[in-house]
Every structure is written in C-alpha cells, then in structure tokens.
C-alpha cells in the first residue's frame, strides 16, 4: 500500500532563517506530487506540483521553491523565512497521467517568530 | 484567476440536524472533489463528482454537481459528533492542480 511521510510534524524557526521540508511517497512510481498551505482558519493553497523528476510547476510566486530530485520525494525550501511564511504546510500525492483524488501526508506546523 | 467560493464558512448544529455546504466556482469544472479534514488532521478525500448533474451518496451524506459544473452541495442528514471538521471542495480545471475552497467548518453539539 501506498503512505507518504513528512517532517518534521512541527517547526519553529526565527525570521530570515533557511526552510527546507522534506516529503516521501512509498508504494507508487512516478506520482503526482503537491504542496499546499494553509494558514490558521484558511483553506488550502497550492504552492508547487510536480509531474516529474526535475519538473516544478510554481503556482504562487513568493520566498519558497521546491525541488524533487528523486522519483519520490519532494522538497519545499525557503533561503529567508517570513513571519507570513507561517502555517501548516501539507504534501499530497496522486496518481500520474489521470489525476484523481489526493493523497494527503500528516503535514508539518511551521511558526516563524 | 479562477476562484471557487465555499459557504458558510462556518456552521454550528445540533446533534440530530442537517447540515449543508455549498460551493460555487467562477468558471466551469471538469469534476470537483470533496475532502474531510478532522481537527488537527490532514485533509482526506471523500468523493469526486465528474457529471453535470451528478448525484453521490455514501451512507448520510449526499453530493451534488449542478448542471453547469459551476456549483456543488455536500448534504449531511442527521448529523453525528463524528462528522465535525472542515469540508472543502476542491475543482479541478483541465489540467493537474485542484483549486480549494476555504472550507466549511462544522461543529455539532451533542
């Protein structure tokens, strides 16, 4: 069966510090793979999909990026971290080619003070 | 961009009585998913409606696609203390990524 990992579950780090989150997917070859904020009492923003080993789709441009450099990992970074860079970030998976429904990793609570 | 509006966003019930959530987007959708997100969880699907005009149901909860796949509901009949969180739509444009609503959150008192 399928699971996906993240870490950690929670985070605090000071302003203007480096970010990296890491998230796996066992189970699969070659997923869909997602990352989603969301901010206290907020819904879901997507930050970053990727199709693929290298292929980084940005949906909200601001001090994040995400690399995948293996099949089955994904990676949200931040080179500065900004107080509004809190919140709880979320990695999802699908399966390829015909995206159906998302799978959801247990997530990590970031607070930025 | 295209947005897809959830109300209300929240909803306070006793144990016993329905519940509803709607969902509105600005453009038409090819599908759109419902997912469930408990307290303090992550958010875990519960259907995908692909049809103009579709119906789903599974057990007390029933889904509808309008027409024009620009809106959908997520009924819940009597509810129960298991089905408090957050309900978000989520539609999908041709494509890859899902756009999320803010999400419904329902609390029920017993």
């Known amino acids: 069966s399928q699971t996906i990992h993240q870490w950690p579950a929670t985070l605090v780090q000071p302003v203007g510090s480096p970010l990296s989150l890491e998230c796996t997917v066992e189970?699969?070859?070659?997923?869909?793979l997602y990352w989603y904020r969301q901010a206290a009492g907020r819904g879901l923003q997507l930050l970053f999909y990727s199709v693929g080993i290298g292929q980084i789709s940005s949906e909200v441009p601001q001090n994040l990026s995400a690399s995948r450099p293996q099949d089955r990992q994904f990676i949200l970074s931040s080179k500065k971290l900004l107080l509004s860079d809190s919140g709880f970030y979320l990695c999802a998976w699908s399966v390829a080619g015909d995206p159906y429904e998302q799978y959801f990793g247990p997530g990590t609570r970031l607070t930025v003070t | 961009g295209q947005q897809v509006m959830q109300i209300p966003q929240y909803q306070h019930v006793q144990e016993g009585e329905d519940f509803t959530t709607y969902c509105n987007s600005s453009?038409?959708?090819?599908?759109i998913q419902w997912y469930k997100q408990r307290p303090g969880g992550h958010p875990v699907f519960l259907i995908q409606?692909?049809?103009?005009?579709e119906v789903k149901k599974q057990k007390r909860l029933t889904f509808q696609f309008g027409e024009a796949k620009k809106n959908s509901s997520l009924h819940i009949t009597a509810t129960q203390t298991t089905d408090v969180g957050t309900y978000f739509c989520a539609g999908r444009r041709g494509g890859t990524a899902l756009i999320f609503g803010k999400g419904t959150t329902l609390s029920v008192s017993s």
């Open positions: 189970g699969t070859s070659n997923p869909n």
């Open positions: 453009t038409t959708l090819s599908n």
């Open positions: 409606l692909v049809k103009s005009g």
